[in-house]
Each structure stands twice: as structure tokens, then as C-alpha cells.
């Protein structure tokens, strides 16, 4: 058999070797740097695995991020075999390599931080042992014997799911075996840094409904510097974490009486929520032509029943009644659409009446899973600013196109486009139950999406399986500091729904026409947004959007009514505005000051109050100096006028 090996030459070796042995032959050398190896088609496979064709293969070199994850990969099969030494009666079910480390998923109680250590010592004794890792094809009924001899039953529902025409394989060190279709590195001597993080809990196969799991999250690396860096990073991102500065800085709190995914806005919160919300009303009323409603919190089912969330979304809904026993039952609304289309329905309308572009500030409430709450971005009550246009077919081009502009737009003010990537949400074809309409409605609608984002020059990916039911959509999505992917902002394309609520307009030859709907954000949901932007600007927001713009600090009681007076100047001038009049000092007031984020402070003294000015600090300028009063006020009411987003202020190297 003829082995080519990517920039290292070729060999000839006998069908049945390992590929170890085929690169030994070619180059011993080659086997401390390479992990795996890659075949003509990009697919990353074991060393371990034998020769049986003429094959071009790229070898797997540590320095690569493939390699690092198979190196992750065996300190997951490290950790499992560490915790059933441990703790027996754990068992296993799955444990893969991921973008920044790994987990295990076990059937155990929950692991303590005390847990952890001791397995992380005892992970370091198996990696100092160097145990030989090996690799074996067995047969269906081999594995399941083997598992089913040690009670392993997930690993058992794991073999029966196995494809016929799939190969088999386990993986072993010491006494560890584990069902696994690698790759794995040649050597445990490779792992120099590895840390496990943190512990939760996960449901077997990500369904509620079944075991509720004890997940132990890891990363590992291939030297030890790496891994203090990432662990550094950490840290950095801990600090910028919307659940830890929000909490620190009084946005928001949560209470376990309230409930899980129930969040409570401090006044700091609410006022920037207030900010934001006014902004947006205004931008769409004013300047994007929309029309504002104002709809019930909750409906009869009946309402979803038409349109088909009753059928295809009732389990994420909050149900008041039981079908079974009451006349009627009652949802709280996790979306607005149905009842703007009654808004709609209310009067008759004809082809010059459109677009309708209806906007609604909307309170929406999902049954979210209590394993997905976090903070401000998973939450049961959540409030959007929602959006449904009615629109001719001849319009809709045009007026999706309007949407994304719209999204853009709201996404530059906050200084986020650049934090963003485009997703063209389609429909799984092999999965019909899962939706409404035929298939070429589906089609057309999707390529109709495509040629918009493509005309629009806009990079975008396509999902398969995450439209609504009833349409396609562009879903925007950013990541937290932790790299997990939310969606921000949505434009649906909907074709469909006007049929199930019998929505129509009156064309040019008086004839009823099906209008087109688009269902969409300008800035998606509050409250995810306000953690998104927690996060970007670790506190610090621009100045429009700060609950707290202006700080005035008297440096002694003496100057409390000269600080009162430019208070209530700022304050008739729309600045959000404060005195501190304490008898502090005023080092310690600048101080706290700084902590508290707040953009601009205004010092005032016996000088400032004689001349009616102040000293401005700032964390733009620092000290920016001794300025009017009157031209302080000119000057920042225009930076909010205008929604700047100013760099931060670094004092210079001494």
C-alpha cells in the first residue's frame, strides 16, 4: 500500500500496519509532533488505524487546533477513568472535546469544588504513569457485552443507536475502556496544563425529560503556559461578565422567591432599559414609519390554535388551566404576532393601505428550561420590541430589506455591529412535522432571503432546522464573553400565516390577495441586550446610555449649594445627574466616582463657585480642565444628542 504523507514524502508498507508504523517507517521524528492525521476529504482520524488502501493523508501537528482538541479529547477519557477510581458507582455516558476544553457528563451526584481537586490529583497520577492507549474494532455484540457486563446502560443506548453499517471501536488505558470513535494521542506524556473548571448539571441527550446528569467541565493544553494564559482569560471574562458587574453595579438582582429566569431591574437598570426603550419607539414611529400597538399580555388557546403555536409550541408556554376540565384555557403570549393580525383584521384593507408596519413594546413570557436560566440573557419574562409588517408580495423585498437596515442601524448606535454575524435560518426538509407549508413555499422563501443578503453584501451562514415553523428567517446573533452564541435581533419571512387567520387586502381589480407578513426586531429583547452591552463595554457605557452621566462634587460641605445649584442646572438641561454632598473627601469621592463608572465629574470649589464654572473629569479626557458651566452642559447634551461612543482614557506610560 502506497502512504502519502503531505510535505513529508511517501512510503510503501504491507496492508494492515498502523499508521504509526507507517510514519516510523517514513520518519520516526515525525511522531513527536503529529497526534492524528487528516485523509483526502479533511476528516481527522487516529494514528492507531491500519493501512488497508493507497491513501494521501496530512498529518495532525501539535500547534494546531485540531490537535488540541484530540489532546482534549483524551484528558476527557483521563477525567472518567479518575472519577470512577474515585467514585465507583459513577457511570459514564459521554465526554467530548470542545472549542475551549471538554466535559464528561456523568450519572452522579453533583461534584463538588473538593471533588474536582481530587480528581484533578488524581488525573495527574494516571497522565505520570503514561498509560499505553489503545484502540480496538469490535463487534456490535462485543461492545455490547463488554459495556453491558459493568452496567454501563448508557453506553449500552449509545451501541444500539450506532448506524449497522458503522465501524465500532473502544478505547482503553489501565482499566478505563470507552465506547469512542477517537482520535486520541499516542502518548499521555502530551498533556502539560490541564484544569478542570467547573461542574453543573445536564440532561442525557440534552432532553429534559430524561436523567438529569452531573456535567464536569475542563480545558487542557500542550504546555503549561497555555493553559495559565487561558486561565488568565478566564478571569479577564469573569470581569466582564454581565451577571458579575451587573450585580456589582446595581442593574439587577435575581431572589430564589421570585423565581429562576424572573430578574428584577434595580433603578440603574431601569432607567437604561427606559433609555433604550424610548429611543427605539421614537426611531420607529418617527423615522421608520411604524404604527404603535398596544395588545394583551395573555389570549384564550384558541388564538394560538390558528396559527399552529398551539400545536408546535405549547410546551414552551405558561398555561393557565387544563384543557381537559375548564371551558377555557388561557396562555400567557410568548410572541405578539396573532394579535396584531386581529389589529390588522379590525378594518378592511386595500392594496394602497400597504405596507402596515405595526410596533409594539412587547412583555412575552416562555417556559424556558431551569437548566438554560442565566442571568439577563435567559430569562421567562422578557420584553422585545417587536415588529409585524403586512406588505404586498410585490413589497416584500424591499420592505425586508428595510428591516435589516433598521436592525444595522440600531446595531451601529450601540456600537455592536462589528460583534455580530448573519444566519439564514431554513427549515429541516427531513423533518416536516415540524412545520407548516409545502416545500417549494419553503424554497422560494429561503433563495428569496438569499439573493436579499447576498445583493446586500452581507456574509451570512446558513442553519438547517432553525426556522420558525412557519417561515425563514436572519437571525443575528452575538456571543457572551463565554462564546456561547444568543440570537440578538430576527427578520422572519412569513408567506403563511395570513391563510391561518384569513388575512387579506383588496387588490387594484377589487379581487382579495393573501398578503405577505415579516415578523421582526429592530433590537431584539431588552434584557439580552442590556447584557450584551454590559459585557462590550464592561459598565462603562457610552454616556447617552448611562443611568448616571454627571457626578458633582463639592470638596466640602462649604460648596454643597454651589454643587446643588449646578445639579439643578444639568438636571433642567435633561443630564442625568447627582451631588455628593457628603462630608468626605474629596480624593475618596473621586474614587468611588471611578467605581461607579460614571462618565463625567464635576468639581466645585470656592474658585468654580465664584467664576460659576466647573472642573471636569472624565473618563474620556481625565482632567479635562476648568470649563463654564454653560459650556460643559452644551457640550455634553450634544455628545447625548448625538449617542457618541467616545474611547476610554489611558493615563500615559511614566
Given at each position: 500500500?502506497?502512504?502519502?504523507?503531505?510535505?513529508?514524502?511517501?512510503?510503501?508498507?504491507?496492508?494492515?500496519?498502523?499508521?504509526?508504523?507507517?510514519?516510523?517507517?517514513?520518519?520516526?521524528?515525525?511522531?513527536?509532533?503529529?497526534?492524528?492525521?487528516?485523509?483526502?476529504?479533511?476528516?481527522?482520524?487516529?494514528?492507531?488505524?491500519?493501512?488497508?488502501?493507497?491513501?494521501?493523508?496530512?498529518?495532525?501537528?501539535?500547534?494546531?487546533?485540531?490537535?488540541?482538541?484530540?489532546?482534549?479529547?483524551?484528558?476527557?477519557?483521563?477525567?472518567?477513568?479518575?472519577?470512577?477510581?474515585?467514585?465507583?458507582?459513577?457511570?459514564?455516558?459521554?465526554?467530548?472535546?470542545?472549542?475551549?476544553?471538554?466535559?464528561y457528563d456523568f450519572d452522579y451526584r453533583p461534584f463538588s469544588r473538593e471533588d474536582l481537586d481530587a480528581i484533578e490529583k488524581e488525573m495527574k497520577s494516571i497522565i505520570k504513569k503514561c498509560p499505553r492507549i489503545e484502540r480496538r474494532v469490535v463487534t456490535?455484540?462485543?461492545?455490547?457485552?463488554?459495556?453491558?457486563?459493568?452496567?454501563?446502560?448508557?453506553?449500552?443506548?449509545?451501541?444500539?443507536?450506532?448506524?449497522?453499517?458503522?465501524?465500532?471501536?473502544?478505547?482503553?488505558?489501565?482499566?478505563?475502556?470507552?465506547?469512542?470513535?477517537?482520535?486520541?494521542?499516542?502518548?499521555?506524556?502530551?498533556?502539560?496544563?490541564?484544569?478542570?473548571?467547573?461542574?453543573?448539571?445536564?440532561?442525557?441527550?440534552?432532553?429534559?425529560?430524561?436523567?438529569?446528569?452531573?456535567?464536569?467541565?475542563?480545558?487542557?493544553?500542550?504546555?503549561?503556559?497555555?493553559?495559565?494564559?487561558?486561565?488568565?482569560?478566564?478571569?479577564?471574562?469573569?470581569?466582564?461578565?454581565?451577571?458579575?458587574?451587573?450585580?456589582?453595579?446595581?442593574?439587577?438582582?435575581?431572589?430564589?422567591?421570585?423565581?429562576?429566569?424572573?430578574?428584577?431591574?434595580?433603578?440603574?437598570?431601569?432607567?437604561?432599559?427606559?433609555?433604550?426603550?424610548?429611543?427605539?419607539?421614537?426611531?420607529?414611529?418617527?423615522?421608520?414609519?411604524?404604527?404603535?400597538?398596544?395588545?394583551?399580555?395573555?389570549?384564550?388557546?384558541?388564538?394560538?390554535?390558528?396559527?399552529?403555536?398551539?400545536?408546535?409550541?405549547?410546551?414552551?408556554?405558561?398555561?393557565?388551566?387544563?384543557?381537559?376540565?375548564?371551558?377555557?384555557?388561557?396562555?400567557?403570549?410568548?410572541?405578539?404576532?396573532?394579535?396584531?393580525?386581529?389589529?390588522?383584521?379590525?378594518?378592511?384593507?386595500?392594496?394602497?393601505?400597504?405596507?402596515?408596519?405595526?410596533?409594539?413594546?412587547?412583555?412575552?413570557?416562555?417556559?424556558?428550561?431551569?437548566?438554560?436560566?442565566?442571568?439577563?440573557?435567559?430569562?421567562?419574562?422578557?420584553?422585545?420590541?417587536?415588529?409585524?409588517?403586512?406588505?404586498?408580495?410585490?413589497?416584500?423585498?424591499?420592505?425586508?430589506?428595510?428591516?435589516?437596515?433598521?436592525?444595522?442601524?440600531?446595531?451601529?448606535?450601540?456600537?455592536?455591529?462589528?460583534?455580530?454575524?448573519?444566519?439564514?435560518?431554513?427549515?429541516?426538509?427531513?423533518?416536516?412535522?415540524?412545520?407548516?407549508?409545502?416545500?417549494?413555499?419553503?424554497?422560494?422563501?429561503?433563495?428569496?432571503?438569499?439573493?436579499?443578503?447576498?445583493?446586500?453584501?452581507?456574509?451570512?451562514?446558513?442553519?438547517?432546522?432553525?426556522?420558525?415553523?412557519?417561515?425563514?428567517?436572519?437571525?443575528?446573533?452575538?456571543?457572551?464573553?463565554?462564546?456561547?452564541?444568543?440570537?440578538?435581533?430576527t427578520v422572519q419571512w412569513d408567506a403563511l400565516l395570513s391563510y391561518q387567520y384569513d388575512m387579506y387586502y383588496i387588490d387594484q381589480n377589487g379581487e382579495k390577495v393573501r398578503p405577505y407578513i415579516i415578523h421582526r426586531t429592530s433590537m431584539g429583547c431588552?434584557?439580552?441586550?442590556?447584557?450584551?452591552?454590559?459585557?462590550?463595554?464592561?459598565?462603562?457605557?457610552?454616556?447617552?446610555?448611562?443611568?448616571?452621566?454627571?457626578?458633582?462634587?463639592?470638596?466640602?460641605?462649604?460648596?454643597?449649594?454651589?454643587?446643588?445649584?449646578?445639579?439643578?442646572?444639568?438636571?433642567?438641561?435633561?443630564?442625568?445627574?447627582?451631588?455628593?454632598?457628603?462630608?468626605?473627601?474629596?480624593?475618596?469621592?473621586?474614587?468611588?466616582?471611578?467605581?461607579?463608572?460614571?462618565?463625567?465629574?464635576?468639581?466645585?470649589?470656592?474658585?468654580?463657585?465664584?467664576?460659576?464654572?466647573?472642573?471636569?473629569?472624565?473618563?474620556?479626557?481625565?482632567?479635562?480642565?476648568?470649563?463654564?458651566?454653560?459650556?460643559?452642559?452644551?457640550?455634553?447634551?450634544?455628545?447625548?444628542?448625538?449617542?457618541?461612543?467616545?474611547?476610554?482614557?489611558?493615563?500615559?506610560?511614566k
Amino acid at each position: 500500500m502506497l502512504v502519502k504523507v503531505k510535505n513529508h514524502g511517501e512510503i510503501q508498507v504491507e496492508a494492515g500496519v498502523s499508521f504509526i508504523d507507517a510514519i516510523k517507517a517514513l520518519d520516526a521524528n515525525l511522531l513527536n509532533v503529529a497526534v492524528a492525521a487528516k485523509d483526502a476529504n479533511g476528516q481527522v482520524f487516529d494514528l492507531r488505524t491500519s493501512v488497508d488502501t493507497d491513501c494521501e493523508i496530512e498529518l495532525v501537528e501539535i500547534g494546531s487546533e485540531e490537535a488540541l482538541h484530540v489532546l482534549r479529547h483524551t484528558t476527557a477519557h483521563i477525567m472518567a477513568e479518575a472519577v470512577q477510581n474515585l467514585f465507583p458507582e459513577a457511570k459514564v455516558t459521554i465526554g467530548p472535546a470542545t472549542q475551549n476544553g471538554f466535559f464528561y457528563d456523568f450519572d452522579y451526584r453533583p461534584f463538588s469544588r473538593e471533588d474536582l481537586d481530587a480528581i484533578e490529583k488524581e488525573m495527574k497520577s494516571i497522565i505520570k504513569k503514561c498509560p499505553r492507549i489503545e484502540r480496538r474494532v469490535v463487534t456490535r455484540d462485543e461492545a455490547h457485552e463488554f459495556f453491558a457486563q459493568r452496567g454501563e446502560t448508557y453506553k449500552l443506548e449509545l451501541i444500539d443507536a450506532i448506524d449497522a453499517d458503522k465501524t465500532i471501536t473502544l478505547y482503553s488505558q489501565n482499566n478505563f475502556t470507552d465506547l469512542c470513535t477517537g482520535p486520541h494521542i499516542l502518548s499521555t506524556k502530551l498533556i502539560k496544563g490541564f484544569k478542570l473548571l467547573s461542574s453543573s448539571t445536564a440532561y442525557w441527550r440534552a432532553d429534559k425529560n430524561n436523567a438529569t446528569l452531573s456535567r464536569i467541565h475542563g480545558t487542557a493544553f500542550f504546555t503549561k503556559e497555555d493553559m495559565e494564559a487561558y486561565l488568565q482569560h478566564l478571569e479577564d471574562i469573569k470581569n466582564r461578565d454581565h451577571n458579575k458587574i451587573g450585580r456589582e453595579m446595581g442593574i439587577f438582582t435575581t431572589v430564589d422567591v421570585i423565581g429562576q429566569g424572573l430578574p428584577l431591574l434595580m433603578p440603574k437598570g431601569a432607567k437604561i432599559v427606559q433609555t433604550l426603550q424610548r429611543w427605539i419607539e421614537d426611531l420607529e414611529d418617527n423615522q421608520w414609519g411604524y404604527t404603535r400597538t398596544k395588545t394583551p399580555l395573555f389570549a384564550k388557546s384558541d388564538l394560538y390554535k390558528i396559527s399552529g403555536h398551539w400545536d408546535h409550541y405549547k410546551d414552551g408556554m405558561f398555561v393557565m388551566g387544563n384543557e381537559a376540565e375548564d371551558p377555557e384555557v388561557f396562555a400567557l403570549r410568548p410572541m405578539t404576532c396573532p394579535f396584531q393580525y386581529f389589529v390588522y383584521k379590525a378594518t378592511q384593507k386595500s392594496y394602497r393601505d400597504l405596507p402596515c408596519r405595526y410596533s409594539e413594546t412587547s412583555t412575552l413570557f416562555r417556559n424556558e428550561d431551569s437548566g438554560e436560566m442565566h442571568g439577563l440573557t435567559r430569562v421567562r419574562q422578557f420584553t422585545i420590541s417587536e415588529g409585524h409588517l403586512i406588505v404586498r408580495p410585490d413589497q416584500m423585498v424591499e420592505e425586508f430589506k428595510g428591516c435589516i437596515a433598521l436592525a444595522q442601524h440600531v446595531l451601529q448606535t450601540l456600537g455592536l455591529e462589528e460583534d455580530v454575524t448573519y444566519h439564514l435560518s431554513k427549515w429541516d426538509p427531513n423533518n416536516r412535522k415540524k412545520y407548516i407549508g409545502e416545500p417549494e413555499v419553503w424554497e422560494q422563501t429561503e433563495a428569496a432571503i438569499r439573493q436579499i443578503l447576498s445583493e446586500l453584501n452581507i456574509p451570512f451562514t446558513e442553519d438547517v432546522g432553525e426556522a420558525a415553523f412557519y417561515g425563514p428567517k436572519v437571525d443575528i446573533n452575538a456571543k457572551n464573553v463565554y462564546g456561547k452564541e444568543d440570537t440578538m435581533i430576527t427578520v422572519q419571512w412569513d408567506a403563511l400565516l395570513s391563510y391561518q387567520y384569513d388575512m387579506y387586502y383588496i387588490d387594484q381589480n377589487g379581487e382579495k390577495v393573501r398578503p405577505y407578513i415579516i415578523h421582526r426586531t429592530s433590537m431584539g429583547c431588552y434584557e439580552r441586550t442590556l447584557a450584551w452591552l454590559i459585557e462590550k463595554y464592561a459598565g462603562k457605557f457610552p454616556t447617552w446610555l448611562c443611568p448616571e452621566q454627571v457626578r458633582v462634587l463639592p470638596i466640602s460641605e462649604k460648596f454643597n449649594e454651589y454643587g446643588t445649584q449646578v445639579l439643578a442646572e444639568l438636571q433642567r438641561n435633561g443630564i442625568l445627574a447627582t451631588c455628593d454632598d457628603r462630608s468626605e473627601k474629596i480624593g475618596k469621592k473621586i474614587a468611588e466616582s471611578r467605581n461607579d463608572r460614571v462618565p463625567y465629574m464635576l468639581v466645585v470649589g470656592q474658585k468654580e463657585e465664584e467664576d460659576k464654572t466647573v472642573a471636569v473629569r472624565s473618563r474620556y479626557d481625565g482632567d479635562a480642565g476648568v470649563k463654564p458651566l454653560a459650556t460643559f452642559i452644551s457640550e455634553i447634551c450634544e455628545e447625548i444628542r448625538t449617542k457618541a461612543i467616545r474611547p476610554e482614557y489611558k493615563e500615559p506610560a511614566k
